[in-house]
């Protein structure tokens, strides 16, 4: 709600949206565009600029549209601005079943990764991951590029103690 991209990414139209269904009542049904004719990926897009995001998240109508997204597709995904500094991603997570955390590798600091995950916990979420995006070094592997990310400095294991990282999760309802 804050810097919609999506419509953008997706080419879509961006005139209903998740604010339309939240500040006046729009059925989701009207506001949810497929993205190609023959696939079964759907967008709510943002809708129209809110002064408020934060508060239209915690408008009564959040949960019911939720709910009605849940029982209507096998995986809903929202994507929310930064856990740290906004209510907006905190919000959202209230009303799912787990939350993946995407940083930026170079970029996130370790204590910040480790900040917005006690956030997300202190809410009693679930956190089902993490998504390094970026590139570090061209001969890291990726699992040393994540430790550089998510453990301090002066914790970090030694290469050949180095846990691995989990095995792809698949995210069902």
């Given at each position: 709600?804050?810097?919609?991209?999506l419509h953008?990414?997706?080419?879509l139209p961006?005139?209903?949206?998740?604010?339309?269904?939240?500040?006046?009542?729009?059925?989701?049904?009207?506001?949810?565009?497929?993205?190609?004719?023959?696939?079964?990926?759907?967008?709510?897009?943002?809708?129209?600029?809110?002064?408020?995001?934060?508060?239209?998240?915690?408008?009564?109508?959040?949960?019911?549209?939720?709910?009605?997204?849940?029982?209507?597709?096998?995986?809903?995904?929202?994507?929310?601005?930064?856990?740290?500094?906004?209510?907006?991603?905190?919000?959202?997570?209230?009303?799912?079943?787990?939350?993946?955390?995407?940083?930026?590798?170079?970029?996130?600091?370790?204590?910040?990764?480790?900040?917005?995950?006690?956030?997300?916990?202190?809410?009693?979420?679930?956190?089902?991951?993490?998504?390094?995006?970026?590139?570090?070094?061209?001969?890291?592997?990726?699992?040393?590029?994540?430790?550089?990310?998510?453990?301090?400095?002066?914790?970090?294991?030694?290469?050949?103690?180095?846990?691995?990282?989990?095995?792809?999760?698949?995210?069902?309802?």
């Open positions: 709600l804050r810097n919609p991209q953008q990414a997706f080419n961006n005139t209903y949206g998740l604010s339309s269904i939240l500040s006046h009542g729009l059925h989701p049904k009207q506001a949810l565009q497929q993205v190609l004719p023959d696939e079964a990926l759907y967008v709510i897009t943002a809708g129209p600029a809110h002064p408020d995001p934060a508060t239209l998240l915690a408008s009564p109508r959040l949960t019911p549209m939720m709910a009605a997204c849940k029982r209507a597709f096998d995986l809903v995904i929202v994507d929310t601005p930064a856990v740290l500094g906004l209510a907006d991603a905190m919000l959202m997570a209230q009303h799912s079943d787990g939350t993946i955390l995407v940083t930026r590798l170079g970029q996130t600091h370790g204590h910040l990764v480790k900040q917005a995950t006690e956030q997300i916990q202190s809410l009693e979420g679930t956190l089902l991951g993490l998504v390094a995006n970026g590139e570090k070094g061209h001969n890291l592997p990726l699992r040393q590029t994540v430790s550089d990310v998510v453990e301090p400095e002066d914790t970090r294991a030694e290469p050949s103690s180095q846990a691995t990282l989990p095995p792809q999760t698949v995210l069902h309802r």
